[in-house]
């Protein structure tokens, strides 16, 4: 069966704090995402990757960092934790199709509160 | 900027009938539209793709449209059960990496 595996279901951090989200793939997929997701507001692509070490912004970059050293993880970094940063993250991943996108593998989730 | 709407309000329908989600675009066309389920604190899972040149696409219980005039979207899932109940988002597929997801409409099935 094939996996996203987000590190934590919830985290409560407290302002200023660096806050590392990891995300595990075990299929062997170019693509990686981080989305954040808040009510009323759907999913926002914070930052994506469609190779180890390539990352681009997404839609909300500010506050947050990704690293990709290898091709099954994808770290999301939020260098000073801060309350707006209170969200659902979620990760996702899918093949590459540069000409038509593939449906996305998503994580289970992790809830962040920053306190 | 493209903009997607999904209708904020829950739908409620009886087991058996069949459900009917709608999602709205505006601006240009993508050139593929995707359906995902999400039950509460779980990811979204995929459910369909549907490509610009595809007006129908159906799979088991579930069906989707396209319509590229009226820019729309229809999601229906016929003899809908109680285990249905759940959030269904709507994403658009703008080409290369960029896909728009929709806030979702929650959906109840009652026994």
């Known amino acids: 069966d094939v996996k996203v595996t987000q590190s934590s279901r919830y985290l409560v951090k407290r302002t200023g704090e660096k806050v590392f989200l990891e995300c595990v793939q075990d299929m062997d997929h170019e693509n990686m995402f981080w989305y954040r997701q808040d009510p009323g507001l759907g999913l926002r692509l914070i930052y994506f990757s469609y190779d180890v070490k390539m990352k681009e912004k997404g839609d909300i970059p500010e506050g947050y960092s990704v690293s990709r050293e290898k091709k099954e993880r994808f770290s999301l970094i939020l260098e000073s934790a801060s309350t707006n940063q209170t969200s659902m993250y979620l990760c996702?991943?899918?093949?590459?199709?540069?000409?038509?996108?593939?449906?996305?593998?998503f994580g289970q989730g992790t809830r962040l509160t920053v306190v | 900027s493209q903009k997607i709407e999904q209708n904020s309000e829950a739908l409620n329908i009886q087991e058996g009938k069949t459900a009917t989600l709608t999602c709205n675009y505006t601006?240009?066309?993508?050139?593929?539209l995707q359906w995902y389920r999400q039950d509460p604190g779980r990811g979204p899972v995929f459910l369909l793709l549907?490509?610009?040149?595809?007006k129908e696409k159906r799979k088991e219980r579930l069906k989707v449209t396209f319509d590229t005039t009226l820019k729309q979207s229809l999601f229906h899932i016929t003899a809908s059960q109680p285990a249905d109940s759940a959030t269904y988002l709507c994403?658009?597929?703008?080409?290369?990496?960029?896909?728009?997801f929709g806030a979702g409409t929650r959906l109840f099935v009652k026994a």
């Open positions: 549907i490509r610009e040149n595809e």
């Open positions: 996702a991943s899918s093949w590459d199709n540069r000409d038509m996108n593939t449906e996305a593998f």
């Open positions: 994403a658009l597929g703008m080409g290369g990496f960029k896909t728009i």
């Open positions: 601006n240009y066309s993508p050139a593929y």
